[in-house]
C-alpha cells in the first residue's frame, strides 16, 4: 500500500512489512537495533558519532528526519514486522534527493541478521521504489555496495538494478577508503511535471 498524503506521516505497508519515519517513542528500540547489530555493520557503515546513543542526539536527528522529509530532501524510514510494529528490524532511506534535470537520489538500506534470508529486504526495497517511482515521481534510483557484499548486490539485482561500473576509494568506511559498485534503477513511468 502506498501513501500519497502529505499531510499524514509517512508509512508503507507490504504484506510482511510496516516501513515509516521514526518517531520519538521509537528511541529505545533504535538503540536496540544499532547495538544489537553494531559489529555486524562495521564493515559497511561509517563510525558512528560519539552521542549517537543518546536520548538527545535521537531527538534531534528525528526532527531533522522529518523535516527533511517534509522539504522534499529525502525519507528515511524503518521498517518493522507487521505482527510487532514496535521492534525495528531493518532501515532503507531515500537520500539526497535531486530534482531538476536529474529526478534522482540514492537508497540505501540494511537489516538486522537475524531476518536475513526471508526476503524482506526486498519487499521493504520494493515499496519504497514503488513510492519513489509513482508517488516522488523520480526518475533515477541509484544503490551502492562494497564489491564483498554479494547478498546487497543479489538484492539490487532481484529488483532490477543495473551495474553501471566500480568506483575506486569511493567512501570512508572502518578507517580505510572502500571501492564501491555502482549500481542503478530507472523509472519506465516518470513523467514530465
Known sequence: MIQSDPSKPLMLRTARLILRLPEGRDIPEIFRYFQENEERFVPTHPPKETEFFTESFWADRIRKVNSEFKDGKSAKLFLFDVDNDTEIIGTTNLSDITR????????????????ESQGLMTEGLQAVIDYAFSVLNLHRLMANYQPYNIRSG???????FVIEGTAKDYLLINGRWRDHVLTSLTNPRWKKM
Open 100 to 115: 531538476g534535470v536529474f529526478q534522482a537520489c540514492y537508497i540505501g538500506y540494511d537489516l538486522s541478521g537475524g531476518y
Open 154 to 160: 543479489n538484492v539490487l539485482t532481484r529488483l532490477g
